[in-house]
């Protein structure tokens, strides 16, 4: 029997794609955790709290890049033959590379005249500088991971993690080590691992299937039919799902913000697993969903989250049981209500899980526009709700408002979801519940 289930995985694609995700964000979540545990251990609140800032811009940029780019190749490039599959994503990677590298030269110019006209210090400016090479290198690795996951090379993403796993644990390593200006050194750890990640999926992608780039007209002519409204959900869901940072600090203050995520960094590494499932999980629903059909889809879909779900509970219980070790002697780090915030990180991992799994169901059928007008609704209800919640129950409120925002989006998503399982023809779905 276990032989038979062994070459099962060898047979089939899907097991040994999503089985190297796994491992995969497995090595991502325990570099970000470590990073996170070296800063609150050995670097000021004040550190962390930018570092965490900084990570929250770079998140941004690259989830409206993954929406307006990514998301719509994944969905669009299955249906092209080998020769246009290459033209799209060469003529891509040709624009988007030139485009950034004047953009970030012109950001750059930013922190140097606030350094200049004395509105920012030195560590201020060189910080931001380095927030600014940490954004563009996210963007350039980003696009490249995407491109390796659509023509199904997982080993090779996970080859260019390690680097980028080895550069960012290495430069957040000297901040720890108390290399001044730690707070710069802490987010440059972001611009270092990303260049050296981006740089390997580079050179993969050269080597094979190699840059070959169509015109770039017609390739974003068609990407920007979906991609426009995917980019301005993912913009919108930004301002809760990461604005929550600027949230806290703006009502009480950066040290706060370094003090919410060490609590979240226990939780992390469920955080982690959801996005890289999700990442690798796209093309594959995109591909299902032109094969078997949507019914199809979510049987797939619900055994995923079912595993996954199991992975956090297990998770949450071995964290629970050693938490005051983890906050007193291997954090080193007091927590104010401490216990509540773990749970509530937890119960927001889950539900961020189960939204995310389905929501690739609703990006493979192109529901682009009318998942931004959701975006829209439910980031105005979970703001509405976290900016009093915050401001009455302190660090909790945050959190409070961010599940009540995925609870919206994910009782809304499933709606929209059963109205076009009830649209299948019903010869389409008799053949979809057929063994």
């Not at 099962?8 to 996170?36: C, E, H, W, Y």
């Not at 078997?292 to 055994?303: D, F, M, N």
Request: charged letters at 15%.
């Amino acid at each position: 029997m276990i032989q038979r289930l062994r070459e099962s995985i060898r047979q089939k694609p899907t097991f040994r794609i999503l089985g190297t995700a796994v491992i995969d964000q497995a090595m991502l979540s325990g570099a970000n955790f470590l990073v996170g545990v070296l800063l609150v251990r050995y670097a000021g609140d004040a550190d962390y709290g930018y570092y965490v800032l900084a990570q929250s811009a770079v998140l941004l940029l690259t989830g409206a890049q993954s929406s307006w780019i990514n998301g719509p190749l994944a969905v669009l490039a299955p249906k092209k033959t080998e020769d246009e599959r290459r033209g799209m994503v060469g003529a891509v990677e040709v624009v988007q590379s030139r485009v950034l590298r004047w953009v970030a030269a012109l950001a750059l110019v930013v922190p140097l005249i606030g350094y200049l006209l004395h509105l920012l210090t030195a560590e201020s400016a060189m910080a931001a500088g380095a927030t600014v090479l940490a954004c563009w290198a996210a963007l350039l690795r980003e696009y490249r991971r995407g491109v390796l996951q659509l023509y199904g090379r997982p080993h090779l993403v996970l080859a260019a993690d390690v680097l980028y796993v080895v550069g960012l644990i290495g430069t957040a390593g000297l901040a720890a080590a108390g290399v001044e200006p730690r707070m710069v050194c802490a987010v440059l750890s972001l611009a270092v691992g990303g260049w050296l990640g981006g740089q390997m999926a580079d050179r993969f992608l050269r080597r094979d299937p190699g840059w070959t780039p169509a015109e770039a007209a017609p390739v974003f002519r068609e990407l920007r039919q979906l991609g426009n409204w995917a980019m301005a959900g993912a913009v919108i869901y930004w301002t809760f799902g990461q604005g929550f940072n600027y949230v806290v600090a703006g009502q009480l203050g950066v040290a706060a913000v370094a003090t919410l995520n060490a609590a979240r960094l226990l939780m992390q590494p469920t955080f982690v697993l959801t996005m890289g499932i999700k990442q690798a999980l796209l093309p594959m629903v995109s591909r299902w969903l032109h094969e078997l059909g949507l019914v199809a889809v979510l049987r797939r879909l619900t055994v995923v989250v079912l595993v996954l779900a199991v992975l956090n509970t297990l998770y949450l219980g071995m964290v629970w049981g050693v938490l005051d070790w983890l906050t007193n002697d291997f954090l080193r780090k007091n927590i104010p209500d401490r216990d509540m915030l773990v749970l509530l990180w937890a119960a927001h991992s889950m539900v961020n899980m189960v939204r995310d799994m389905y929501l690739s169901s609703m990006l493979a059928m192109e529901r682009f526009q009318i998942l931004t007008g959701l975006t829209a609704l439910t980031a105005f209800v979970a703001l509405a709700v976290m900016w009093p919640a915050t401001a009455h129950f302190g660090l909790r409120g945050a959190i409070y408002g961010l599940i009540t925002g995925e609870v919206t989006y994910m009782v809304l998503m499933f709606v929209l979801i059963a109205q076009s399982v009830r649209r299948l023809k019903p010869g389409a779905l008799a053949a979809a519940k057929a063994p």
